[in-house]
């Protein structure tokens, strides 16, 4: 399969501890986002990237949040002290930017992981 | 005032139907405009890019109109296939980066 991927598929957590999930994008593909969806909602954008450069992260939630993708290839997205509110699926996406082909910046989302906190 | 809005529906149509679905967005400094279709507990896939044109895929049109800040989605011959959650993707300008932003998706149901 060479879509993106998302680990783990599932994540049940009591309230207060740390969570890590990792998105592995396609291969070629030099951006990766990081939405959050809940319930009735469409995704909500996080975080994203080009290459290992993290371009924008304002629209992190807290600063309990945090991402990663050290090395230009897969990420890790982060939750520190998870607080029931944070129950939501987590996904990934990613695209190939070329500049002044926005259009063309499709993004493919992987399956999502789904957290629940208790 | 969402940045990004939808009727999120649902649209009930019988099969056959012609259904249009619109999308409204805030800021006009934006670019690069997509459909996206998600089922029931699952990720949201591409369904078509608009373009400032207009352009048309099988049973599907869409359309931009930058003036008043909508984009459209029409779906003919619906097929209960179609069935699902259609979501519009503008890439806003905010704080000098262009943040892809969804609205909520609007629901379509097609019966028999």
């Known amino acids: 399969d060479t879509g993106v991927s998302q680990d783990p598929r599932h994540k049940i957590t009591k309230r207060g501890q740390n969570v890590t999930f990792r998105c592995d994008p396609i291969?070629?593909?030099?951006?990766l986002y990081w939405y959050r969806q809940t319930l009735g909602q469409g995704p909500e954008f996080l975080t994203y990237f080009q290459n290992e450069a993290q371009l924008e992260k304002s629209r992190l939630l807290s600063d309990r949040f945090s991402a990663e993708r050290p090395k230009g290839s897969f990420s890790t997205l982060e939750i520190q002290r998870t607080e029931q509110g944070d129950s939501a699926m987590y996904l990934c996406?990613?695209?190939?930017?070329?500049?002044?082909?926005?259009?063309?910046?499709?993004?493919?989302f992987g399956p999502g992981t789904r957290l629940t906190v208790l | 005032r969402k940045e990004v809005e939808q009727d999120p529906g649902p649209f009930n149509v019988p099969e056959g139907a012609t259904v249009a679905f619109n999308c409204t967005y805030s800021?006009?400094?934006?670019?690069?405009f997509f459909w996206y279709r998600q089922d029931c507990r699952k990720e949201p896939k591409l369904l078509m890019s608009v373009y400032s044109s207009g352009n048309e895929d099988g049973r599907f049109t869409a359309q931009l109109n930058r003036a008043s800040q909508y984009i459209s989605l029409l779906i003919r011959d619906s097929k209960l296939s179609d069935s699902a959650t259609y979501l519009c993707?503008?890439?806003?300008?905010?704080?000098?980066?262009?943040?892809?932003?969804f609205g909520r998706g609007t629901s379509l149901i097609v019966h028999p």
């Open positions: 800021n006009s400094a934006s670019q690069s």
């Open positions: 996406a990613s695209s190939l930017a070329v500049i002044g082909q926005g259009r063309k910046d499709t993004q493919y």
């Open positions: 291969s070629e593909h030099n951006r």
């Open positions: 993707v503008v890439n806003l300008l905010s704080g000098g980066s262009y943040i892809p932003t």
